[in-house]
C-alpha cells in the first residue's frame, strides 16, 4: 500500500472550512484513498472514501487531484465536536493483499477553536 | 443501535491471567478485526478473520488468539498476560475485507496488565 503523509497538526475556526491535505504520490491505479478521525479516547470513526473522482457525504468532501497524487478533506463547517485525529489511508481496493488491513499513521491533529 | 460492541470497557489484569475481550457486531459484516493503540506507535493490527470461520495474523500477533465461530462474534484472548499488553484495544468490522473498507470501531477496551 502506498506511504501517505499529513502535516501534524492544523487549527481552524469554528465555522470555516477545514482542509486537511494528504500526500500519496506512490498511490497506483487501484488504490483508494480512505479518511477516518480519532476523536479523544474512542475508536476510529470512518469519514470518506474515493478513487479517482471527488466524493461528498454527510461529514465531508473529498477531492482528489487528476494525478492522485494528493488529497484534500475538507470539513465544510468546522465545529469544536471535529477536534480531532485525522487519518488518510491508502488502501488497494480489490485483489493485493487478501485481508482489509488499515495502515493507521500518525495523522492530523485538528483543533478547532472558538 | 446498530453498531459494535466490546466488554469490558477497562480490566486490570494481574500478569500471567488469561483473559478475554469480547467483541459482537449486528451489521452482518463479513470482516471483523482487532487493533491495539499505544502512545507513539498508531493502531496496530493483531488478528483479522475475513469472513466465519476464518482468522489470520496481522501484524502484531504473539501472545494473542481469536476465533469466529459466526459472523457477529470476534473474541480476543490473551493467553498469559504481560505487561506489554498494557493497552487500549479496538474492535472493528467492514463489510468486506477487500472491497468495502468502510470499518466501524468499537469504543475500545483499555487494559492494563500489572
Known amino acids: 500500500d502506498a506511504k501517505t503523509t499529513q502535516p501534524p497538526s492544523m487549527d481552524c475556526a469554528e465555522g470555516r472550512a477545514a482542509n486537511l491535505p494528504c500526500n500519496h504520490s506512490?498511490?497506483?491505479?487501484?488504490?483508494?484513498v480512505y479518511w477516518y478521525r480519532q476523536i479523544h479516547s474512542q475508536g476510529p470513526q470512518y469519514i470518506i472514501h474515493g478513487l479517482k473522482n471527488n466524493e461528498t457525504n454527510e461529514m465531508a468532501s473529498l477531492i482528489i487531484t487528476e494525478d492522485r497524487k494528493s488529497s484534500t478533506l475538507i470539513l465544510p463547517h468546522a465545529t469544536l465536536r471535529d477536534t480531532a485525529v485525522y487519518y488518510c489511508?491508502?488502501?488497494?481496493?480489490?485483489?493485493?493483499?487478501?485481508?482489509?488491513?488499515?495502515?493507521f499513521g500518525q495523522g492530523t491533529i485538528l483543533t478547532v477553536h472558538p | 443501535i446498530a453498531g459494535i460492541t466490546q466488554a469490558p470497557t477497562s480490566q486490570i489484569l494481574a500478569a500471567g491471567r488469561r483473559m478475554t475481550l469480547r467483541c459482537t457486531q449486528d451489521m452482518r459484516h463479513n470482516a471483523m478485526y482487532w487493533y491495539r493503540q499505544d502512545l507513539g506507535l498508531g493502531l496496530r493490527l493483531i488478528h483479522y478473520?475475513?469472513?466465519?470461520?476464518?482468522?489470520g495474523k496481522g501484524e502484531v500477533p504473539d501472545g494473542y488468539s481469536v476465533s469466529r465461530a459466526n459472523t457477529d462474534d470476534f473474541p480476543l484472548t490473551l493467553a498469559s498476560a504481560v505487561p506489554s499488553q498494557t493497552s487500549v484495544y479496538f474492535c472493528?468490522?467492514?463489510?468486506?475485507?477487500?472491497?468495502?473498507?468502510?470499518?466501524?470501531f468499537g469504543q475500545g477496551t483499555r487494559l492494563t496488565v500489572v
Open positions: 478473520s475475513n469472513t466465519a470461520g476464518t482468522t
Open positions: 472493528a468490522s467492514s463489510p468486506d475485507a477487500q472491497y468495502r473498507l468502510e470499518a466501524f
Open positions: 506512490t498511490i497506483s491505479g487501484n488504490e483508494y
Open positions: 489511508i491508502v488502501r488497494v481496493g480489490a485483489g493485493g493483499t487478501s485481508y482489509g488491513k488499515l495502515t
